[in-house]
């Protein structure tokens, strides 16, 4: 049905930058909200940056100022640009699709982020 597919994981030194891209791909109607949600060993999977259809963007305290979410409405993308890494962003990053119609929501297969110091 509705497919999202995401790259630009990866093992990255503390302080490089990294971006996320996540395409939804398959029979879409129309996206709301899309997220990026992150789960690293041992932790509840947690919203790291949300964006809306109209491009309001919220962001957990943790990555704020560091990183960027942006969505191209028209291709169905949603990128998230992680900049200043640290050791502590190391998880599982999951992109997210709010829809207007059924299925009404999807998830990623979810990509490694490693952050090494």
């Known amino acids: 049905q509705v497919q999202l597919v995401e790259s630009g994981g990866g093992l990255v030194q503390a302080g490089d930058s990294l971006r996320l891209s996540c395409a939804a791909s398959g029979i879409i109607f129309s996206i709301n909200a899309m997220g990026w949600y992150r789960q690293a060993p041992g932790k509840q999977r947690e919203l790291v940056a949300a964006?809306?259809?109209?491009?309001?963007?919220n962001y957990a305290n943790s990555v704020k100022g560091r990183f960027t979410i942006s969505r191209d409405n028209a291709k169905n993308t949603v990128y998230l640009q992680m900049n200043s890494l640290k050791p502590e962003d190391t998880a599982v990053y999951y992109c997210?699709?709010?829809?207007?119609?059924?299925?009404?929501?999807?998830w990623g297969q979810g990509t490694q982020v490693t952050v090494s110091s």
């Open positions: 997210h699709a709010d829809f207007q119609a059924p299925p009404y929501d999807t």
């Open positions: 964006i809306s259809s109209g491009g309001s963007t």
